[in-house]
């Protein structure tokens, strides 16, 4: 009896902890891959130590930075974090994609690898060179009921991305008009009017490729944009939700001016999630002692 009290009493709080903890955005979900279609030719080790050498660069960068391009021999690099992660929630991101580019790649030419809240890639001197437009990546959400009422909200909140990216932000914003949310970010060493251009052909892909869809995100090779609708209304602490339709295939790499921060950041929500466990698990154990020496007496 005694027992089932406590059972009660706590596991609602486990179960809590456990939603909050699921409820944070992975930004280490795979977005795409693209790998180059020829190998890596490395007889004499000479390529491998230069990505190995890349790879430790950008990882270490990657805690005290959200864009890093470097070069080693013949062999160029470089990583970038979404806008608003912390430093922490960027190294935590960077240091999975070595490991990723290994596994989904393996040994190439170049490669470029995606994830929800960051990417990085590399490329052997004389790998081609693509335009900073190419489109590399598209999904679009379930199509709206709202019709054109709905493609007029979205598109001035494009129009609101499109006036103020790369001013001085970093190349990094979000904004929100009515129900939609909108991010837009460039590759760190764009110029201003260069992100500019690329956001505004991102959005225009945005606008044909995805139509009525209540939510698309548009991966060019120099610059992405995301939206979202919220039928609840929008906000600018509103931060890309890792349960849309994510993770792609490319067999090549064609390769609110607020930072939309959130304070409930995936890293604190974990760590006080398991030291509620941790708290539960030991109020339980003492709990238990106790009904043991009732049973005794």
């Known amino acids: 009896m005694k027992s089932s009290f406590f059972t009660l009493i706590f596991l609602p709080l486990l179960v809590s ?10 930004n280490t979900k795979l ?53 608003d992660l912390t430093n922490v ?15 989904l790649c393996g040994k190439t030419v170049a490669a470029r690898i995606q994830l ?9 001197s004389g790998f081609a060179q693509i335009s900073g437009m190419e489109l590399l990546y598209k999904t679009c959400g379930k199509k709206s009921n709202a019709g ?41 060493d764009l110029g201003a009017s260069d992100c500019g251009n690329c956001v505004k052909s991102a959005v225009q892909r945005a606008q044909v490729e995805c139509g009525t869809s209540v939510s698309g995100q548009i991966y060019l ?13 929008a906000s600018t602490k509103n ?27 995936t890293v604190a929500i974990i760590l006080g999630g398991a030291a509620g466990v941790g708290f539960i698990i030991v109020i339980l154990l003492i709990a238990r002692k106790a009904m043991k020496k009732d049973d005794d007496y």
């Open 31 to 83: 977005v795409y891959k693209g790998c180059a279609n020829q190998p890596l030719p490395d007889p004499n080790g000479v390529y491998s130590s230069s990505l190995s050498a890349i790879f430790g660069t950008l990882i270490q960068q990657s805690s005290k930075a959200k864009f890093f391009k470097t070069t080693s021999g013949s062999v160029s690099g470089l990583f970038q974090c979404r806008g």
């Open 239 to 265: 931060r890309p939700d890792s349960s849309s339709s994510y993770s792609s295939d490319s067999s090549s790499p064609s390769s609110s001016s607020s930072s939309g921060s959130n304070p409930g950041r």
């Open 17 to 26: 902890i456990s939603v909050s903890i699921s409820a944070a955005p992975d």
């Open 116 to 124: 929800l809240g960051c990417y990085m890639l590399y490329e052997v």
């Open 221 to 233: 090779h120099r610059c992405f944009i995301s939206y979202n609708y919220y039928p609840n209304g």
């Open 148 to 188: 054109g009422n709905f493609q007029q909200i979205r598109d001035s909140a494009f129009s609101s991305l499109e006036s103020v990216v790369g001013s001085g932000n970093g190349g990094f914003y979000t904004t929100s008009y009515e129900s939609v949310y909108v991010l837009g970010q460039c590759q760190g």
């Open 89 to 103: 929630e960027c190294y935590t991101c960077v240091s999975r994609l070595p490991i990723l580019m290994d596994k």
